[in-house]
C-alpha cells in the first residue's frame, strides 16, 4: 500500500520550499539591493515643485535668480531640478514672509487635532496599499508631518518604502512592538525616517499577526484591557509629532483593523467598482457596523470626522464597472470622493520596482499615460486633504 501523506511530510516539504525561496530572495535583494543601498526620491522639475509649493514657475525662478533659497541643480539643458529637501527649505521661505499663517505649511495650527486616517476594506487587492502610499508621499510632498503605518502582516508599503520585512525587522520594529500586551516599547522606538523629508515609517511584517493571537488569549484572561485602543494610546504618545497619520489596514476585519477603526479620525474605504467586489463590500459595512456596536457598547467614542468611499482602479472606458460607479454615487452620494484613482500601467509599473508614481521618472513612461495617472492620483490626494483641512475649520 502507498504511504499515506503524513503531516510530517508536509512540515518537510513547506519548511524545504521556505528555505529555498529565502535563499533565492536573499540573492535577488543582493542584486537588487546591494547591502546598504537606500531609496532615494527623484528630484523634481521647476513645473513641479511650484506646483508642490503653491506657486507660479515664473515666481520660483525669480528667487533662484535673487538668489534665495536653496540652490537647485541647474542640468546642462539649464532646466532646474529641485531636491525634496529644496521644496522644505523653499516652503519654510516663503511661510516666513506668506500674507497669512500657514499659507504655505498646511499642517496644524493650535487647538487642531492630529488626523488619523485608516484606510480599510476587507476585500484583498481593492487598492489600500497603493492609496495609502500615495496619499502619504503626497501629504508628505505638500509639507504636512506624515507617519505612514503598514498594519498590514504582508507588508507591502513596508516594502515599497525600502525596507525589507522578511530581513531588516529580524530583531522586530514593527507596530506590534508598540501595543503588544507584555512589555510594549514606546512607540518612538519603532518609527524609523525614510528617504522623503515629512514622512515617518512604522514598518509591518509577520510579526503584525501575533496581535490577532495575543488578544484572544489576553481577553479571556481578563488583561486585555480596552484592547481595540491599543493603537489609539499609542498613536497617544506622538500627538505633537504629526499632521497626519496613515494607516494600512490588512485584508481582513480582526482584532488589527478594529484597533485603526477606533483611532481613526478618518476611514477612507477603498473600492474597486466591480461586482464581486461591491456584494463582499456589502458585507463588510455590516460586519463593520456591528463591530463598531460592541465597540460603543464599552463606552468608547466611535465617532469620526469623516469617513469617503474611494474608487480605485477605475477604468471608465468599461461599461459594467461605469454601471457600479454610478450606482455607487447614487446611493452613497457624497460620501464617494469624487476624484477617483484610474486605473492605469504607470501606477502597476512602478509598483513592479517598489516605486509610487511620485518616486517614477515621467520619462519611463508614455507621457500622456504618467500624465493621466498623476493627475487623478493628485486630484484623490488633494481631495482628502482638504477634509483635512476641513476638520481643521479651514477652507
Ligand atoms: N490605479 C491602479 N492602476 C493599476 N494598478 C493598480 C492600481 N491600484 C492598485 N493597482 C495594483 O493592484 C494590485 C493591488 O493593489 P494594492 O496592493 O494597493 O491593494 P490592497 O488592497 O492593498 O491589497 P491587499 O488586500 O492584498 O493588501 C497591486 O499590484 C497594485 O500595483
Ligand atoms: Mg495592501
Known amino acids: 500500500m502507498d504511504k499515506t501523506f503524513s503531516q510530517e511530510d508536509l512540515n518537510a516539504v513547506i519548511r524545504q520550499h521556505s528555505e529555498w525561496l529565502a535563499a533565492q530572495l536573499h540573492s535577488q535583494r543582493a542584486s537588487l ?3 546598504n543601498a537606500t531609496k532615494n526620491m527623484r528630484k523634481f522639475t521647476s513645473g513641479e515643485a511650484a506646483s508642490l509649493l503653491g506657486v507660479n514657475d515664473s515666481y520660483l525662478r525669480k528667487l533662484h535668480l535673487d538668489g534665495k533659497g536653496p540652490s537647485p541643480e541647474t542640468t546642462p539643458g539649464n532646466r532646474r531640478l529641485y531636491s525634496t529637501e529644496d521644496i522644505q527649505a523653499l516652503r519654510v521661505l516663503l511661510e516666513k514672509t506668506a500674507r497669512k499663517v500657514g499659507d504655505y505649511l498646511p ?17 484583498g487587492g481593492s487598492g489600500k496599499t497603493t492609496t495609502s502610499a500615495h496619499l502619504a508621499q503626497r501629504l508628505a510632498l ?16 513596508t516594502a515599497l518604502h525600502g525596507v525589507q ?3 531588516d525587522l529580524v530583531d522586530g ?14 512607540i518612538r522606538d519603532v518609527i524609523r525616517e525614510t528617504y522623503i523629508p515629512n514622512l515617518d515609517l512604522i514598518p509591518g511584517n509577520l510579526e503584525l499577526m501575533e496581535f490577532e493571537h495575543d488578544t484572544p488569549r489576553a481577553l479571556s484572561q481578563g488583561n486585555a484591557g480596552l484592547f481595540f485602543f491599543r493603537v489609539k494610546e499609542a498613536l497617544a504618545q506622538i500627538d505633537d509629532s504629526y499632521d497626519v497619520v496613515v494607516i494600512d489596514c490588512p485584508p481582513q476585519l480582526g482584532f488589527l ?9 478618518g476611514v477612507l474605504v477603498t473600492i474597486h467598482p466591480e461586482m464581486l467586489d461591491v456584494m463582499s463590500m456589502s458585507q463588510f459595512l455590516r460586519m463593520t457596523a456591528d463591530l463598531m456596536d460592541v465597540i460603543a457598547e464599552s ?13 480605485t482602479r477605475y477604468e471608465p472606458s468599461d461599461a459594467p464597472q461605469n454601471r457600479i460607479v454610478a450606482f455607487l454615487r447614487t446611493m452613497y ?23 509610487t508614481l511620485y518616486e517614477v521618472e515621467r520619462s519611463a513612461f508614455t507621457r500622456s499615460t504618467y500624465d493621466r495617472a498623476i493627475e487623478s492620483m493628485n486630484a484623490v490626494n488633494d481631495e482628502i486633504a482638504q477634509l483635512i483641512q476641513q476638520t481643521w475649520g479651514r477652507k
Open 165 to 167: 520585512p522578511e530581513f
Open 333 to 355: 452620494g457624497d460620501k464617494v470622493l469624487n476624484a477617483q484613482m484610474l486605473k492605469s500601467t504607470a501606477i502597476s509599473d512602478a509598483g513592479l520596482t517598489k516605486q
Open 107 to 123: 499642517g496644524r495650527r493650535d487647538g487642531d487635532h492630529m488626523q488619523i486616517i485608516g484606510v480599510m476594506n476587507f476585500k
Open 257 to 265: 483593523t478594529m484597533s485603526a477603526l477606533s483611532a481613526a479620525t
Open 33 to 35: 539591493f546591494p547591502p
Open 142 to 157: 505638500r509639507g504636512y508631518r506624515v507617519l505612514a503605518i503598514d498594519l498590514d502582516p504582508q507588508a507591502s508599503l
Open 299 to 311: 463606552g468608547a467614542d466611535m465617532s469620526h470626522d469623516w469617513m469617503r468611499y474611494l474608487l
Open 173 to 186: 520594529g514593527t507596530l506590534y512592538d508598540a501595543i503588544r500586551y507584555d512589555n510594549p516599547v514606546p
